[in-house]
């Protein structure tokens, strides 16, 4: 069973270009969670979706950053207009249905975006 | 969401036992406690999660007291490999993970 898939692992921007980050989770799993990581430091959430729903996203800057995870297809985290700031690693989970208490997360290698 | 506060780092020897100690005082009842290992360059790795007594697998072992306000990771015979960035959470089924800075292990020979 393959893990969290997330391509590509890295990617390198120059400054207004888009960047687009891409997420397969784990067969049978239908919630997924952006994270993002900065230079020593712990991981932020941005956003979490399931399929073709956005169910949480207050940790998304509101501009130039948007998510989506269609019915067939990966899910996708887009940065429009890239700016320096957004140099980080970009993490993607995967769980399964929230039923029940017990709920565990499965991440990805991570997307390192590098803007110039 | 519950807060957790755990050491920032911690230092051992290979071949010892390391417990990593995560204070939760006010973890809520639906909450679930989870550990995480994170190795540079990569993204964090499950290791145990648990609700309270003691959960062990084939990686670690979890102590959580009757009160649940705090966790013990305990790690047995920890090698070189083992020197990672420990997170512990405690957070409730399909809600965002929040992360700390966690307890940097560093495992000498």
């Known amino acids: 069973n393959a893990g969290v898939m997330q391509n590509p692992r890295h990617l390198v921007r120059r400054r207004g270009q888009e960047a687009r980050l891409r997420c397969s989770p784990m067969?049978?799993?239908?919630?997924v969670y952006w994270y993002r990581q900065l230079p020593e430091e712990g991981l932020k959430f941005m956003v979490y979706l399931q399929k073709e729903n956005i169910i949480d996203e207050s940790g998304m800057p509101k501009e130039r950053f948007s998510a989506e995870f269609p019915k067939e297809g990966p899910s996708i985290l887009r940065i429009q207009q890239v700016v320096r700031g957004d140099s980080a690693a970009y993490f993607c989970a995967s769980s399964r249905t929230s039923g029940g208490l017990k709920n565990i997360q499965y991440f990805g290698a991570g997307t390192r975006l590098s803007v110039l | 969401l519950a807060k957790t506060t755990q050491p920032i780092s911690m230092d051992s020897y290979e071949g010892q036992e390391v417990n990593i100690t995560c204070s939760h005082n006010?973890?809520?009842?639906?909450?679930?406690i989870t550990w995480y290992q994170q190795f540079p360059s990569q993204g964090p790795r499950f290791i145990i999660q648990?609700?309270?007594t003691k959960v062990t697998n084939e990686v670690a072992s979890l102590f959580i007291p009757a009160d649940r306000k705090s966790s013990t990771l305990s790690l047995p015979r920890v090698s070189l490999s083992d020197t990672a960035v420990y997170y512990c959470l405690a957070n409730q089924a399909g809600t965002a993970l929040i992360f700390g800075k966690g307890t940097t292990l560093s495992v000498s020979s």
């Open positions: 006010n973890i809520a009842t639906n909450d679930y």
């Open positions: 648990g609700y309270k």
């Open positions: 067969k049978g799993h239908s919630h």
